[in-house]
Structures are given as structure tokens and as C-alpha cells.
């Protein structure tokens, strides 16, 4: 009877906090949410045992709650170590450091109930323990867990503490849909990610058509995230007609639930007047959601707009801050923004290592700006050893990329035989590139290039 209650509790929680995943991406700060409020149901649920500790952690006397539970650890409670670990991984006024001896001790329990398999599941994916949470989901998914299956989904999906596997995925996602009658959110949330395979054609012949169908039934029942990847499409025009008004309102649906990725979005639309009327206001106040649940991308749009001051006041330090925030979560647009910081000495004091370490982090997940940083800064020497092969070979992927200060420096590299063997020829052919996208230097030295050697133009 208890775990009836609990199960019942459980879907609950999962349909008041929403999918633990956006579009594919691993959840934030939902996640601690459903963490705590799990620890606290399982406490009530469970009883007399631990009535005190309960009420410990209502009142937030968290000392005396991890007294109380580590009492009733020693006496045999099979349930302490459990609850003991919860509030561990939630942090909850609890030293961190703590949180291994408590996690061995759960893995000497291995809880066999469903429900419970399923938690610890959710509590080493959190940590980001995959192989952990595989072994937990895994059990737990056979035995019909929905949330077990759509999870266990993801980890086969992203090959995250398993080999990747499509097939399994996809199977996994279908048998939680098919069970939507008694968790429809978490049912909507494989129908998402099954949108996502059919859209990006991940184990499935890619259609459309099929992904659009999948958003539009979250999207009718309200899922937060269905309506923001439907608005992409629209916005995108994938499968649809172009409409960037849809795509606005369905991210303002969307922003409005507390979605961090739409909340970034709408930031953007509104600094860059992209599809609304630029408002810095407008941009900073969904910025800021998004950031206040640690959304990377808010973080960066906060950043930008203190460097800027654009709609707040100029503040480098401040802008570095964010910068900062957002990079170490391996956003790559904000690891670039923070090594231009770094190179100028912006808000932190100048520092050309630094700046080259953050352009290479970026480079690697090939973002075209820190590439072509990077490459000057080989060129010249600056943080790193001076390296004219890096320089051209780092400048040319920016270039490839349609970055176009890359694609007028790489002709210039080419027309001079720096880093590379000369050649005219190619220099022409970047120089066409960035000319067309509006470069006037560019055309200029096109200009120089065909009455030196006029058969080049003539090709």
C-alpha cells in the first residue's frame, strides 16, 4: 500500500515539474525540485519510523534530521540509508562531501521495488553516474516503469553509459507512449524525443512530417516542451511553411511555463529584433529566467547585454561573471565571448593564455568566431607558440563555416603563401566568398588580384 502511494505521488510530482528533459538536452533545475520533493513523499510515506526526521526536515532542521536518520540507519531501518542518500544528492543544508559513503551504502540495499529502482535511477543520472542510472533504469523499465523507460530511452539514445543504440531508443519510447493513459507527462516526453529521432532521422528514415505531428499533440495538451521545438520548426520552416509569428507565440506558451530554453530564446528575439521589436527591457527579463534555473545560454545573453549596456548599465566584471557562468557548462558561444574578454582585458585582467585556452575549448566544439581568434593568436604567437600551420588550418575551418572575416584572412594567407603553399587561385576563391557576403575588403583585394593576374578572374 505504501508504494502505491508513493508511485501515485510520484507521477504527480513528474506532472507538476515537468519533463526532467527539454529537446534533448539534460535538465536543470526541475531536476533538484523533483529530488526534494521525492525525499520528502518517500519520508511521509514510509511513516512512523522516521515521523521525527520528517518533521526535522519540514521545520528545516536538517542536523537533526541526518541525526535521527543515521539512527534509524543503525538500527536496521532498511530505509535510512535510502533517505539519507536522497538529501545527500539534494543538498539540502548537508556537506556534499559526504555524499559517496551514503551512495555505497544504497548500492548495498539495492532496493528491488520498481518505484525505488526507478529513483535511484534518477539519482545517479543526476550525478551524471550513467552507468549507475543505466543499472537501475534498466531493471526497473522491464518491469513497465514508464519513467525507467524514458530515461533508460535517452541513455541509449545519447550512448551515455551504453553503447549507443537507436533501435532501442525508439523501442523504449514506444512502449511509454503506448502506457500514456497513466503518466501522460512522462508519455509526452518520449513523444518528444521520438519527434526529435524523426526530425534529425536518428535510427529512423528522417521525416518531418512525423516529427511535426508528435510536437502538435504535446503542443494541444500544453507540453512546454513540445510547444518550443514546434515553434523552431515553424521557425525554421521544417515540414511547415515558414511563420515566425507561430513560432513567437509558441515560444512565449512555452517561456511561460518556465521552459529555460525558450525563456533564452525570447531573450534573443528581443535584443536582436529578430521576428518582434527589438526591447533590451524585454530581453534582459527573460534573460534573467532563464538564468535563475542556470540556463547557460541566459547566462551568455545576461553577459552580452552588461557588455554591451544594452538595457543595463556597461559592466565588463559583470559581463565576465556571466560569461563565466555560462562557459563552464561548455557553451561554447559564451567560452568565446569570455576568451575576447580575456584577450582585451575586459572586466578581468588580460591574460593571452587564458584567452587562447577559452578560443580552444570553443574551436573544438567548432564555433567559427574562437577558431579564427584562435588562429590569429598562432599566427602572432599570443598565449600559445607561434604556429603559421595552426594559424591557416584553424583560420580555413572558420572559413569553410561561412564565417566571413575567416574566409578575407585565408585568402590573404593563400595570396601571400603563409602557413600554406601559395596559391592565387584559392585566394580568389575566399575572396569571392566574403565579397558576397558583403566584405568590402574583400573586393577590394579582388580588385588588386584581377589586374595583377586577370586569367584568375576569368575562371
Known amino acids: 500500500m505504501v508504494y502505491k502511494r508513493l508511485s501515485a505521488a510520484i507521477q504527480s510530482l513528474y506532472h507538476k515539474f515537468g519533463e526532467p528533459f527539454g529537446p534533448i538536452v539534460l535538465f536543470g533545475g526541475n531536476m533538484k525540485k523533483l529530488l526534494l520533493a521525492l525525499s520528502a513523499l518517500t519520508i511521509m510515506a514510509i511513516g512512523g519510523d522516521i515521523e521525527d526526521a520528517q518533521n526535522a526536515i519540514k521545520a ?23 533517505l539519507l542518500g536522497k538529501l545527500y544528492l539534494s543538498g539540502i543544508g548537508i556537506d ?46 522491464e518491469q513497465g516503469n514508464i519513467i525507467s523507460q524514458v530515461y533508460l530511452g535517452e541513455l541509449y539514445q545519447k550512448g551515455a553509459g551504453v553503447q549507443q543504440d537507436y533501435k532501442k531508443a525508439i523501442a523504449l519510447y514506444e512502449k511509454a507512449i503506448a502506457q500514456g493513459s497513466s503518466y501522460p507527462e512522462a508519455s509526452i516526453h518520449a513523444q518528444n524525443n521520438l519527434a526529435g529521432m524523426y526530425r534529425d ?9 512525423k516529427a511535426i505531428k508528435l510536437y502538435k499533440k504535446g503542443a494541444k495538451k500544453g507540453n512546454a516542451t513540445s510547444q518550443y521545438c514546434l515553434g523552431k520548426m515553424y521557425d525554421r520552416g521544417e515540414g511547415v511553411k515558414r511563420d515566425h509569428k507561430k513560432a513567437v507565440a509558441l515560444y512565449q506558451k512555452a517561456a511561460g511555463q518556465g521552459l529555460a530554453e525558450a525563456q533564452s530564446m525570447l531573450g534573443t528575439l528581443y535584443e536582436n529584433g529578430l521576428e518582434v521589436k527589438r526591447d533590451y527591457a524585454k530581453a534582459l527579463q527573460w534573460y534573467q529566467k532563464a538564468a535563475q534555473q542556470g540556463d547557460a545560454k541566459g547566462f551568455n545573453g545576461l553577459g552580452t547585454l552588461c557588455y554591451t549596456g544594452k538595457g ?17 557548462q561548455g557553451y561554447a558561444r559564451a567560452q568565446t565571448n569570455l576568451g575576447i574578454l580575456y584577450y582585451l582585458g575586459r572586466g578581468v585582467k588580460q591574460d ?13 566544439q567548432q564555433e567559427p568566431q574562437a577558431q579564427h581568434n584562435l588562429g590569429l593568436m598562432y599566427g602572432d604567437g599570443q598565449g600559445v607558440a607561434r604556429d603559421d600551420k595552426k594559424a591557416a588550418q584553424l583560420i580555413r575551418k572558420a572559413a569553410e563555416q561561412g564565417y566571413t572575416p575567416s574566409q578575407l584572412s585565408v585568402g590573404i594567407l593563400y595570396y601571400n603563401g603563409q602557413g600554406v603553399k601559395q596559391n592565387k587561385l584559392q585566394a580568389y576563391r575566399y575572396w569571392v566568398m566574403a565579397a558576397q557576403e558583403g566584405d568590402l575588403s574583400a573586393q577590394k583585394n579582388l580588385d588588386m588580384l584581377c589586374l595583377e593576374s586577370p586569367w584568375i578572374c576569368k575562371q
Open 312 to 328: 543595463v548599465k556597461q559592466d565588463y566584471a559583470k559581463a565576465a561573471t556571466y560569461y563565466t557562468k555560462a562557459a563552464a
Open 201 to 209: 532521422g536518428q535510427g529512423v528514415k528522417k521525416d518531418l512530417q
Open 60 to 82: 528545516k532542521e536538517y542536523d537533526k534530521a541526518l541525526v535521527l536518520l543515521k539512527k534509524a540507519m543503525r538500527e536496521g531501518n532498511p530505509r535510512a540509508s535510502f
Open 352 to 364: 593571452y593564455k587564458k584567452a587562447a585556452q577559452w578560443y580552444q575549448k570553443a574551436a573544438e
Open 96 to 141: 556534499k562531501e559526504k555524499e559517496k559513503d551514503l551512495l555505497l551504502s544504497q548500492q548495498s540495499s539495492d532496493p528491488g521495488d520498481i518505484d525505488t529502482r526507478s529513483f535511484l535511477g534518477l539519482l545517479y543520472f543526476e550525478r551524471k553516474n550513467y552507468e549507475k542510472a543505466l543499472y537501475y533504469f534498466k531493471g526497473s523499465a
